[in-house]
């Protein structure tokens, strides 16, 4: 009786066997429905993610779009839980870590200062000048609006760097962007956090705030860098195990997360710190089968977070809490816009006179300031909010409620507005002019792969018996006269660019020696080869593409054709 009475003490008093044995069940059906309602979720991203292949859209944007429309499917259809702990406990650790693990320092350090101006300056100037906007034009206290002013400040690159990686545009400005967009989160859930305390009734000073947020900041990175440094110098450098490695960088990246957070201090910016030191210390220790097996599943795991990301904030916003509050939005969204283009101008303009050398192009200026969407943490931080958090205020659940209105319509704007139209700014900018000597080699290959392609089906119709002899051959030599003359002008676009040459043998040996593994593997799935010889085979492969792609990452000038990657359409890989 007393195991009896130990094991049942959690429940109340007077529950019999059956309803312990009902309630169970339920909560067995409970679980049923979420599992099936994610793997719903999951399944919808993959359809999104083969529809935006036809219709040009980023893949970030439609996602949030099909959130929007399964507000309209029946009720109970999907069961799932769209709190702020889901997005930053178990969505956001994976996002971060596998941004930062392909940061290179050397390329980040040279431009860590305009980094820092856009992450911090920028952060701390947007949040004043929000609230102050806020309280003057809404008539909001000031806690509350320092609150929605830090929320608001963190900025969610993903539909942007997508963009540039498909256009081309600089990798030093996609770096800029990504390396401003992970500081910034964290320093904006430092700001949040203390904004909050301002509301529950504390009143620290300016130093003793400033002392609060420098304890905050630097000791989640500090946190991280210890985690990371014996991560990448023990388990990565110690143990050649693949599996183990990258199990033991999934619990690094939510490890170094809770425990930042247990003491109380940034979570996100102690992930900044793991995902760096293993990109860039302990990956140099591994081996290449590890670093492709390593990076193949952070890939993986990155895309169906943010699939499901954009997929619940779509389907979190409430359209009709939008048109209730209309003129906070519409304020909001101005305030939002018009700070940051004082933040991006005015930090740039200074970060020129600092560093004149390192001064960036006015176009990048443009991009900056519409691509600063926002996303994922300012609905994290805005969903927090309840009217506990304002005790002192006596319309506590109406200012929430406006809150929140105003970060969907934010959100809700910069994804579908500044989303859709960053790619149209690139390209009237010039920022992604492909050289013409590409176009024109992709142009006379493009010709000559599908002239390749016709010759193929005609031979296979006439190989069916659904072509005349007679009229297959006269076909036939048509085809013959194109392909040739398609060839020679291809070759003598090469002869005239010999660069491109050079990276279409490297793009072509590449995907060689992909088929020569793919091999490797069907035979070891055969047993016509033993694990060990398969193991050996595959890490002397892997050694041969890692050497391919450092030389085709260190040629410089122009780039040759890449090799197509089963990522993401609308995110391919860092």
């Known amino acids: 009786m007393a195991g009896l009475i130990g094991l049942g003490g959690a429940l109340p008093i007077g529950l019999d066997v059956p309803a312990r044995v009902a309630t169970a069940a339920e909560g067995d059906l409970n679980l049923l429905a979420t599992e099936l309602s994610y793997a719903l979720l999951l399944a919808i991203a993959a359809m999104v993610a083969m529809a935006t292949r036809r219709l040009r859209l980023p893949y970030t944007v439609a996602l949030v779009l099909a959130g929007l429309l399964l507000v309209l499917a029946p009720t109970g259809l999907l069961h799932v839980d769209i709190s702020s702990q889901l997005f930053l406990f178990l969505l956001v650790p994976p996002l971060v870590f596998e941004a930062t693990l392909h940061l290179d320092w050397r390329k980040f350090r040279r431009d860590l200062p305009v980094v820092l101006l856009l992450a911090l300056g920028g952060s701390l100037i947007g949040t004043g000048l929000v609230a102050w906007g806020t309280m003057r ?25 997508a963009f540039f990686r498909s256009l081309g545009v600089s990798k030093r400005l996609a770096l800029i962007v990504e390396g401003e967009s992970l500081l910034n989160d964290g320093i904006a859930i430092v700001l949040f956090t203390l904004a909050l305390e301002l509301a529950a009734g504390s009143q620290p000073g300016l130093g003793e705030a400033l002392a609060r947020f420098v304890e905050v900041a630097f000791g989640g990175l500090a946190i991280g860098s210890v985690l990371g440094y014996l991560v990448a110098r023990v388990v990565l450098a110690g143990i050649d195990d693949r599996l183990v490695e990258t199990l033991t960088t999934v619990a690094l990246a939510y490890g170094s997360f809770a425990v930042a957070e247990w003491f109380h201090l940034s979570g996100i910016l102690a992930v900044v710190a793991a995902g760096m030191f293993v990109g860039n210390l302990g990956l140099t220790n591994t081996s290449p089968t590890t670093r492709l097996s390593l990076f193949g599943f952070w890939e993986l795991l990155a895309f169906a977070a943010n699939s499901i990301v954009f997929l619940l904030i779509g389907l979190r916003i409430d359209l009709s809490q939008l048109a209730e509050q209309i003129w906070p939005v519409l ?52 969903l927090t909010l309840d009217p506990t958090r304002f005790p002192g205020f006596a319309t506590a659940p109406a200012l929430v409620r406006e809150l929140q209105a105003m970060t969907f319509g934010v959100v809700l704007f910069t994804l579908l507005v500044q989303g859709t139209t960053i790619a149209p700014l690139i390209r009237l900018l010039r920022l992604a002019e ?141």
């Open 137 to 161: 034009l809404l008539g909001v206290p000031l806690a509350a609006a320092l609150t929605f002013g830090a929320l608001i400040s963190a900025t969610d690159p993903v539909a942007v760097v």
């Open 331 to 382: 304020v909001a969204l101005l305030l939002v816009l018009s700070s940051r283009a004082a933040v991006v101008y005015l930090l740039t303009a200074l970060h020129a006179r600092l560093q004149p050398r390192a001064r960036l192009p006015r176009a990048w200026r443009h991009v900056l300031w519409w691509g600063g969407l926002r996303g994922a943490i300012s609905l994290a931080l805005v």
């Open 434 to 574: 492909k050289p013409a000597a590409r176009e024109e080699q992709q142009r006379r290959q493009a010709l000559l792969y599908a002239r390749q392609a016709g010759r193929a089906e005609l031979d296979r119709l006439y190989a069916g018996g659904l072509l005349a002899e007679d009229i297959h051959r006269a076909m036939a030599e048509v085809y013959r006269v194109e392909i040739e003359r398609q060839s020679e002008d291809l070759r003598e676009h090469l002869v005239a660019f010999p660069e491109l040459e050079q990276a279409m043998v490297l793009a072509a040996r590449a995907e060689l020696l992909r088929a020569e593994r793919s091999a490797l593997g069907d035979a070891a799935r055969r047993g016509l080869i033993d694990e060990r010889v398969h193991d050996r085979l595959i890490r002397e492969m892997d050694d041969r593409l890692a050497a391919l792609e450092l030389i085709r990452a260190n040629r410089g000038g122009i780039r040759g054709p890449e090799t197509p990657s089963a990522a993401s359409p609308a995110e391919p890989p860092r």
